[in-house]
């Protein structure tokens, strides 16, 4: 299917005072995120730029490495700094209050990437992103699909291995989605075989979380993985290669598609089975996009933008590469 950007929900309900209608070259914006090394975020933050700069706005990013306290002192530098919006990806959906109110008090524009926020009072801040609940559920019904086409349901060694990064919500929601839609999909499934499995939300952390649990359950011969990203999955999947499990005993499905090219680019066969790929450039630029036509227009953000995904499977591998493996 076609990637895609849908509005959904309504208007912000409050418009933050910035008086005139402004020129795109007097305005300057700040994009905020949390990882900038990862993939997802070197592709959504060049997307970010290259929009900026196709507007005439000027725009500076910082990468915070997770740490609340830079996130912070970064969002302040900022509004001194003089900007009028700021795209943030935040390192912990608990600053949400706190960058929320900041914004309010500098008359800024403020939009949420990739984790939505929410106002002391619990208005949600306008949020560009994923579906969570949805994105998940359609990786489990992929497992599911994967599964019986297999025949694993003859099996009686099947272990489901939910890789869960519980201090993110946004994560968790993909997980439950993902074992909603499974067990949805397959009835018989006995939930004592879900094995849930604690990571930090990179790949290394996934290898030595599956690595360990994997030697906890000698009884598990075949493994099946969902998780918040694609980090996780591979992860997972790199974990049972190291222990000498073959890619047909395995069934990951990622999330992000920032792993795609690590996964597929070999050729060889694998237990990463696919991944939901969304375009982090174009939810970017689709950010910058957004703030800078809110200010130009005086008008308010949408609340909700949902972002559509694409499945990519070694199948199909071909069609995305040219678009996706250029990303360091």
């Known amino acids: 299917m076609k990637t895609s950007v849908m509005l959904g929900g309504l208007a912000a309900a409050v418009l933050l005072g910035l008086g005139a209608t402004a020129r795109a070259d007097d305005i300057k914006l700040g994009y905020i995120n949390k990882m900038g090394e990862h993939p997802w975020f070197v592709a959504e933050v060049a997307g970010a730029k290259a929009e900026a700069a196709k507007l ?6 910082q990468d915070v490495q997770f740490n609340a306290d830079l996130t912070l002192t970064t969002f302040d530098t ?3 700094d003089g900007v009028k919006g700021i795209a943030i990806v935040v390192p912990d959906r608990a600053l949400g209050p706190v960058v929320a109110e900041k914004a309010a008090k500098a008359g800024i524009r403020l939009i949420a990437v990739d984790d939505d926020i929410y106002t002391q009072d619990k208005k949600q801040v306008p949020y560009i992103g994923m579906n969570a609940t949805n994105i998940g559920k359609q990786v489990g019904a ?12 003859k099996l009686k060694d099947v272990r489901l291995g939910s890789i869960e990064d519980r201090k993110a919500d946004t994560c968790m929601q993909r997980n439950r989605g993902a074992e909603a839609a499974l067990l ?7 939930k004592a075989n879900i094995v849930r499995i604690p990571y930090d939300n990179t790949m ?3 290898i030595d979380a599956v690595t360990t649990t994997m030697t906890a359950h000698p009884e598990a011969q075949h493994w099946i993985f969902y998780s918040c990203n694609d980090d996780g999955v591979l992860g997972a999947v790199r ?3 190291n222990a000498n499990m073959k890619p047909d005993q395995v069934i990951g499905v990622g999330i992000d598609g920032s792993r795609a090219c690590d996964a597929f680019g070999s050729g060889n066969p694998t237990g990463f089975r696919g991944t939901l790929w969304i ?3 174009k939810e970017g630029a689709t950010a910058v996009a957004m703030l800078v036509k809110s200010i130009k227009d005086n008008e308010p953000l949408p609340i909700i933008t949902y972002v559509s995904p694409d499945l990519i499977t070694p199948a199909n591998f071909s069609d995305f590469k040219g678009r ?3 990303k360091s």
């Open 56 to 61: 005439g706005a000027k725009i500076s990013t």
């Open 78 to 80: 900022m509004v001194g």
């Open 142 to 153: 992929e497992d599911a699909k994967l599964y019986k086409e297999l025949g694993w349901d």
């Open 184 to 190: 949805e999909a397959l009835p018989g499934f006995d």
């Open 204 to 206: 290394n952390s996934a």
């Open 239 to 241: 974990a049972t290669e």
């Open 279 to 281: 375009d982090s450039g």
């Open 324 to 326: 996706i493996c250029h």
